[in-house]
């Protein structure tokens, strides 16, 4: 995705496009790992070295917030952050603080059926995360 492209998504989504904001998603959307706040403010600061870290930290909030990320929280209490936002689930090492994406139709499928069949009282859910714990061989 070019940066003409993530500044019309930052406007639809009614975030203005600031360039620290397309700084930290163009960076997000470009790696295809699950980085921390810090990592990835590392990689942005060398092409923009004024940038600070508690603007990562709110920038990421805000594209949170409008659900252009998701915030993935791992064992270790830590935050990672994910630029795919569609449906998909996420396979996790804590040993090696290793996250992958995982992507099966079937099992998304089981759990919406099983959710839509069964209801939960007083609450509505807005979005199952699923996170596979184990180790990669």
Do not use: W
């Not at 909030?61 to 929280?73: H, P």
């Not at 952050?81 to 090492?93: M, R, S, V």
């Not at 996250?99 to 839509?116: A, G, P, R, T, V």
């Amino acid at each position: 995705m070019n940066k003409k492209d993530i500044i019309e998504k930052l406007n639809k989504s009614g975030l203005k496009a600031t360039h620290q904001r397309v700084a930290v998603l163009d960076a997000l959307m470009k790696t295809k790992t699950h980085p921390s706040a810090e990592e990835l403010y590392k990689t942005i600061l060398k092409q923009y070295p004024t940038i600070s870290l508690a603007t990562v930290y709110k920038t990421l909030e805000s594209l949170k917030e409008v659900g252009l990320v998701r915030a993935i929280k791992t064992d270790c209490d830590y935050v990672r952050y994910d630029a795919i936002t569609t449906n998909h689930f996420h396979l996790y090492n804590p040993e090696q603080n290793k996250l992958e994406d995982y992507y099966d139709n079937d099992l998304k499928s089981i759990i919406d059926n099983y959710f839509k069949n069964k209801k939960i009282d007083n609450f509505e859910i807005k979005e199952i995360n699923l996170q596979l714990i184990g180790e990669f061989k």
